[in-house]
């Protein structure tokens, strides 16, 4: 194994780590997820349970609402503004 850097990968440094990564059969067959960080070192996180995606389900229809909401009102206004 590699010993660990402690400098910042280039995009494109990052991109080949990453091609590495996914040729790692073990890896891509984990149920964690997989990312790095910046010096290209492999970062496992638990899958989110269902709980985690529900919560983000709800977020994302509320900022969707927010926003339609928002857009609606800017509307109004701009519309009060031309008469």
């Not at 590699?2 to 890896?27: C, F, M, Y």
């Not at 899958?47 to 509307?75: V, W």
């Amino acid at each position: 194994m590699a010993t660990p850097s402690l400098t910042a990968l280039s995009r494109e440094a990052l991109l080949e780590r990453w091609q590495e990564i996914s040729s790692d059969h073990d890896l891509v067959e984990a149920p964690e997820r997989i990312e790095t960080d910046a010096y290209g070192h492999i970062l496992r996180s638990p899958p989110p349970d269902g709980d985690h995606q529900k919560r983000s389900y709800r977020i994302t229809r509320l900022l969707k609402i927010s926003s339609q909401a928002m857009e609606r009102s800017q509307n109004e206004a701009f519309s009060l503004i031309k008469e």
